[in-house]
């Protein structure tokens, strides 16, 4: 013992200084926490304000026949709501279109944002503009998108109507709006017009992270357009993609404006999404209580997805990044 | 991460947040002595709008201590609204109601002043229907300024051109009337199909011929829809669906758009549609020309229906009236009684905008159709309120869901009267 402390002096001296270290740092964390947990306060009170207690407001209201007048809520009803939710048939079938909308989206809406993103990364003349004209859809809000569509979609004097009058097809339709088998794919363009500009842009940024040298490389290696998108591009873009991917199937599952304001979720609720059936019974009918059982469903679908998609699918890209109190240091 | 969790943040607040819309309407009255009404009414655009300021403007001249505060709304956005700030419990002090269900849910939960005591004076002063929809519990809770009702506005020149001699009666009558229009090109009814009310016209109206008023005021009191009378309203207006004869996209057509049923009808594109009162003035802002189709509109009563207990001089409708927020100042009562002065309500009805309710206002009507709404009313020998107003709104808003999908072919008479039933005893 004392032979080694003297042979090597090094690690006598340095023993108690490192644990000395570890204690003053220790220390500083503790010290550190208070002013943050002060800085925090506002933000923390803002949140549970505007976002922890309507949430528990409205999962507290779920369980009552609630009209929305006066007061609080006083016919409790436990889980009578949430029963009624399972046969509704026109929720059942918001579950349906909002399925759909995904589905769509991510077969048709991502992969054109897709497409333009590598176009316009190309040279090209006047690329700056549509860059900009391909966003300005985006800039517009949702409501004045749908009242556009609403006019271009008019059955008689609408401006789809008058293109196909031109082209000889007057009567082929424009009715779309009309039509129950139909409205749900209008919806689902006005939507993919609305919000491609937006991907776009997402995976255009995306793309010009990507380091000039791995095309060369992949060029140089002899690689085709399609190969060096294959892979070197595609696989580059996947942190980018799968983020898209998901705000896009958030955006579905929430989706209300742009539907009330062209469809009202009509006809015969073809085109009705979760969002706009709550606001139906909660603002319509004033069955709040029902709505609010709606709401906490969409919430609770939200959740879970977002949860799930976080845990399987976007695991590699935000490995390191989730960071607990001082756990950067370990 | 910082992504994903800041939209599933939003996502939590979105999904809440149309419950915690707060409430935001404004105190009573002020310490300066001087005291505050909070109006709210829904005549969002001219005329009535001007009227509705010039009348407040003269009352604060004559009582300097009050101050009228007027906050026009778009009728949907004042529905909202007045719901928001109700479930605050602090409902404004004035404010637009069309009696019936929605003020029962609102009397019941105690936002509403009994006004009982201040208007038995002036009753006799009202034509007799106008203030029934008010009247809850034989307790009076809201004060009318008109009165309106539904029926067939019609253009005489394409049904001349049809062929039709004079506006159908019957039920039999009208359903020739639309083949023969058909026949001769002309789309025989303009409707708003997304709108879902204007649909539910017809099913009341067959209602009301076939069963007589008592069968709506009895399902309404049992919550029993799935009788015959019912069911044989929803087989006519089948029979006439089957005609196909609205226009075409009905079925999106909204009522007041530039394309929608009003327009159609004040392009001269339609031969009729089933509106209120309102019909000539909103046909005349949303046509191309914005002049409408002039003389060349009529009205008439909806026609009887063979075999049924229901007299065509039965009418069908509503009125706009006003009720009074619980914790209004007093001088809330003295300025809705100013409202309803025979010479206010002239100026209201010189726009024609207004069919009145007060005795003797009815020789300011100048337009000639507002003319035949207001004989028509007057001559009436029984009234039935809209059901979306007189019945709870969750059933009201059924009836006009399903209706809307009898007209669009995808539910049968049966399962109407059974989805409303069923609506009732939720």
Same mark, same amino acid.
């Given at each position: ?27 500083? *964390?503790? &010290?550190?926490?208070?002013? +943050? %947990?002060? #800085?925090?306060?506002?933000? @923390? ?5 505007? /976002? =922890? ?71 090209? *003349?006047? &690329?700056?503009?549509?860059? +900009? %004209?391909? #966003?300005?859809?985006?800039? @517009? ?5 749908? /009242? =556009? ?5 008019s059955p008689n004097r ?17 009715t779309?709006?009309a ?56 696989? @580059? ?5 799968? /983020? ?23 006809p ?63 | ?149 539904v029926g067939f506005w019609y253009n005489k020149e394409l049904f001349?051109?049809a062929?039709?001699?004079?506006p ?6 009208l359903?020739?009337a639309v083949?023969?229009l058909k026949?001769a090109g002309i789309t025989p009814i303009a409707l708003a199909g997304g709108d879902k009310w204007p649909g539910h016209y017809y ?34 207006l089948?029979?006439l669906v089957?005609l196909a004869p609205f226009q075409k996209g009905f079925l999106a057509a909204t009522y007041g758009s530039p394309d929608g049923q009003a327009a159609t009808m004040g392009n001269g594109a339609a031969a009729m549609e089933l509106m209120g009162?309102w019909a000539p003035s909103v046909q005349n802002d949303t046509s191309t020309?914005?002049?409408g189709i002039?003389?060349k509109l009529g009205f008439f009563?909806f ?101 809307a999908?009898?007209i ?19």
């Open positions: 013992m004392l032979l080694t402390s003297s042979a090597d002096p090094d690690r006598v001296g340095t023993g108690p200084v490192r644990s000395d270290a570890v204690r003053r740092q220790r220390a500083r *964390r503790r &010290r550190v926490r208070w002013p +943050v %947990l002060a #800085f925090l306060v506002p933000a @923390l009170l803002l949140f549970g304000l505007l /976002v =922890l207690v309507p949430i528990i407001l409205a999962a507290y209201t779920s369980l009552f026949k609630w009209n929305g007048f006066g007061g609080l809520p006083t016919n409790f009803v436990g889980l009578d709501n949430f029963r009624r939710l399972l046969t509704d048939p026109i929720f059942l079938a918001d579950l349906w279109h909002g399925l759909i909308l995904i589905v769509l989206s991510a077969a048709v809406q991502l992969p054109l944002a897709l497409g333009l993103a590598l176009l316009l990364n190309q040279r090209l *003349r006047g &690329r700056g503009v549509y860059r +900009v %004209l391909f #966003f300005a859809p985006y800039v @517009l809000s949702e409501v004045i998108t749908a /009242v =556009l569509f609403t006019m271009v979609f609408g401006l789809a109507n008058q293109v196909l009058r031109v082209f000889g097809a007057g009567d082929v339709g424009a779309w709006l039509d129950p088998s139909t409205v749900l794919y209008v919806v689902f363009l006005v939507m993919t017009w609305k919000y491609f500009g937006f991907h776009m842009i997402l995976y255009l940024t995306g793309r010009q992270n990507i380091p000039a040298e791995l095309t060369e490389a992949a060029a140089i290696d002899g690689a085709g357009d399609w190969q060096t998108f294959r892979h070197v591009t595609l696989p @580059l873009l996947g942190p980018t993609i799968r /983020v898209s991917l998901f705000l896009s199937v958030i955006g579905s599952i929430q989706l209300f404006d742009l539907v009330w304001v062209l469809t009202v979720g009509g015969v609720h073809a085109s009705e999404t979760m969002a706009v059936t709550m606001f139906q019974y909660g603002f319509r009918r004033y069955e709040v209580g029902y709505a609010s059982a709606i709401s906490i469903a969409m919430f609770v679908i939200s959740l879970v997805f977002a949860l799930a998609y976080q845990r399987f699918v976007m695991r590699r890209d935000i490995e390191g990044a989730l960071t607990t109190m001082g756990g950067g240091q370990r | 991460m910082h992504v994903s969790r800041r939209s599933l943040l939003g996502l939590a607040g979105a999904s809440a947040s149309a419950l915690a819309l707060g409430a935001c309407g404004d105190g009573g009255s002020g310490k300066d002595g001087k005291t505050t009404v909070n109006w709210w009414h829904i005549s969002n655009t001219d005329p009535m709008l001007s009227v509705w300021a010039a009348l407040a403007k003269d009352f604060e001249a004559k009582h300097p201590d009050v101050t009228i505060k007027i906050t026009p709304l778009e009728n949907e956005a004042f529905k909202s609204k007045l719901t928001t700030v109700t479930q605050g419990g602090s409902p404004p002090d004035l404010f637009s109601t069309w009696g019936g269900g929605v003020l029962k849910q609102q009397v019941d939960a105690g936002l509403v002043k009994d006004l009982t005591a201040d208007f038995t004076s002036l009753a006799d002063t009202f034509t007799p229907l106008s203030t029934q929809p008010y009247r809850l519990d034989n307790k009076v809770y809201g004060v009318p300024f008109d009165l309106g009702m001349g051109r062929g039709i001699a004079s159908p009666d019957t039920w039999t009558g359903l020739d083949r023969k026949a099913w009341a109206y067959l209602a009301m011929r076939i069963g007589g008023l008592d069968v709506l005021k009895q399902a309404g009191a049992d919550a029993k829809f799935d009788k015959p009378e019912f069911v044989a309203a929803g087989t006519k089948k029979e089957d009162q020309n914005k002049k002039g003389d009563p026609p009887a229906v063979e075999g049924g207990k229901g007299a065509v001089t039965e009418a069908f409708g509503g009125g706009n009236g006003f009720a009074v927020g619980r914790n209004a100042p007093p001088a809330t009562i003295e300025f809705l009684k100013f409202l309803v002065q025979v010479d206010n309500q002239r100026k209201a009805a010189a726009t024609g905008a207004v069919v009145p309710v007060v005795k003797g206002a009815e020789d300011a009507i100048k337009d000639p159709n507002i003319a035949a709404v207001q004989k028509t009313l007057a001559a009436a020998t029984g009234f039935q309120l809209f059901l979306d107003q007189a019945y709870p709104p969750a059933v009201g808003q059924q009836v006009n869901d399903s209706v999908e009898l669009a072919g995808k539910a049968s008479p049966q399962q109407v009267v059974r989805a409303v039933t069923d609506a009732a005893h939720k």
